[in-house]
């Protein structure tokens, strides 16, 4: 392609991606800038520890992928991705050697939660029959009425809510503590609003689609988006950190996928007024202390249902986890976090040696935080794996401050791109009714500061992209992936 391009596309997680596909697939000339060696952002996988240990360095487990509209019209498996389900979708781990673990079937999972199994399918049974309608709108622009406002209505009433008032349905260890760790990946304290709606959604998810792997690693994805944009001309340019927009070549429209904070750095004075202040009001939530290990073979959980689990969540009774969050949200590093735990190898054995595993595990921290958390996180996992320690083979962290280092949408540490407060769940990052298109004539945010929030759903990019095409292009119709054709052959193996 010639050095003239239609559109720049700054940043390449799979918010950026995205964006640059729809516009790739609508006949664009696209550039790609990120300034990482390597794309993808969070959905990336390396050899952090040893060789032939294939480590996600973020986003592993994908049940909002696997219920995405826009990666379901980009078919994943024409472009050689294949996802990969676990036995059991989550389990959360008790002392004592008690559980509860969540299959894609709600009746067995119900089964297992004793007292509590007829409230868990009177929950739980609605919401996973009108999955499809809830999905699609949560992972909207929430600016239309849902296709099926009766079952939305279900979700909404309960999930506008708090954790707190939701595990109030249950009076067991198992289910009060399931939900809490569902709950706990909003990175808030469980007794605000709308941690309900987190775990609720997650949940239904696990049923409805799963939380599966990639095969091969969560590259594979950022791979083959890479492969359509540059079938459809495009290319991707790395190595380049965009310190102003002054610095981008001329293009008809810019896409940005990055933070607030980051988008006023880049604008400088040309943003300013109401938006500007609203900008810098935007909340950022807690950070991670994120850990890898090799390990020469499978974790010993006490419980043998979460040797099946893709995803573990740690943290012990409702009550310890909801304590441990509390903890973060006051700035304290909790000696016993809520850990969340994914051991990819459950569904992926490509992931490491035979006989060896990576495990994935982080735990929330304050913001900013420069802690390494790594023997509490060793602590909890040996609390409900006695003998983990002995299989530790290699072992590698990540602070929070690092995590901005390495990842600068991250700010403090926060792999959300922000705080999924009440607020923030419905206007992100602004209250606009596009609240993809900025001041800048031309200028889009597509990053997940915008709604529909974090996530490897690509929907940010998506709806960005596609009010570019309204705005910019006048180009209406929504574009057909099926033109951006897939490689011949599978993604190129993981770098």
């Known amino acids: ?54 480590h996600d360095l973020c986003s592993t487990a994908h049940p909002l992928a696997a219920a995405s509209s826009f990666f379901q019209r980009f078919d994943l498996p024409s472009r050689g991705v294949r996802l990969v389900h676990p036995e059991v979708v989550f389990a959360h781990p008790l002392d004592g050697g008690r559980a509860a673990l969540v299959t894609r079937s709600v009746a067995e999972t119900a089964a297992g939660l004793g007292r509590d199994r007829r409230a868990y399918r009177r929950l739980m049974r609605p919401l996973v029959r009108h999955s499809r309608p809830i999905a699609d709108w949560v992972f909207s622009a929430e600016r239309r009425p849902p296709g099926h406002p009766l079952a939305l209505a279900s979700y909404g009433l309960l999930g506008m809510r708090s954790a707190s008032v939701v595990a109030q349905r249950f009076r067991s260890p198992e289910a009060r503590g399931l939900f809490a760790g569902v709950a706990a990946h909003a990175m808030r304290p469980l007794t605000s609003s709308p941690t309900a709606g987190v775990g609720l959604l997650l949940t239904l998810l696990g049923h409805a689609v799963g939380w599966p792997f990639v095969e091969g690693g969560s590259s594979r994805l950022t791979d083959a988006m890479v492969a359509a944009i540059e079938s459809g001309g495009g290319r991707l340019q790395t190595g380049w950190w965009v310190r102003s927009l002054e610095e981008l070549p001329p293009a008809r429209a810019v896409l940005l996928d990055v933070t607030p904070r980051r988008f006023l750095e880049l604008a400088g004075e040309r943003v300013s007024g109401h938006y500007r202040r609203s900008l810098e009001g935007f909340r950022y939530g807690s950070g991670i202390c994120k850990v890898d290990f090799a390990l020469s073979g499978p974790v010993p959980w006490t419980n ?29 590093h ?39 958390m790594t023997p509490q996180i060793e602590g909890q996992i040996e609390r409900f794996a006695p003998g983990f320690r002995d299989l530790v083979l290699a072992k590698v962290h990540r602070t929070a401050q690092e995590q901005e280092a390495h990842n600068p949408n991250c700010i403090g540490g926060d792999i959300a791109s922000g705080s999924q407060n009440l607020r923030q769940t419905f206007f992100r990052p602004a209250a606009r009714w596009d609240p993809y298109r900025t001041p800048l004539a031309d200028t889009y945010l597509c990053s997940s500061s915008t709604t529909p929030g974090p996530g490897v759903h ?17 180009i209406s119709p929504d574009p057909d992936f099926r033109r951006l054709a897939p490689p011949p052959t599978a993604p190129p193996a993981i770098r």
């Not at 099946?308 to 969050?325: D, K, R, S």
Request: proline letters at 6%; aromatic letters at 6%.
């Open 458 to 474: 690509g929907r940010c990019g998506e709806l960005a992209a596609l009010s570019a095409l309204r705005h910019t292009f006048k």
């Open 1 to 54: 392609m010639s050095d003239a391009v239609d559109a720049i596309v700054v940043g390449s997680g799979p918010n950026g991606l995205a964006a640059a596909v729809t516009l790739a697939a609508a006949g664009l000339q696209v550039l790609v800038i990120e300034g990482a060696a390597t794309a993808g952002g969070g959905c990336r996988t390396e050899e952090l520890t040893l060789p032939g240990y294939r």
């Open 304 to 332: 043998p249902g979460c040797r099946l689990a893709g995803t573990v969540h740690l943290g012990g009774t409702y009550e310890e986890v909801a304590h441990a969050e509390a903890e973060v949200a006051a700035g304290v």
């Open 334 to 372: 909790p000696v016993f976090p809520y850990v969340l735990v994914v051991q990819a190898g459950t569904a992926d054995p490509t992931r490491a040696p035979k006989g060896g595993q990576t495990l994935w595990a982080y735990c929330h921290v304050p913001p900013g935080s420069d802690v390494d």
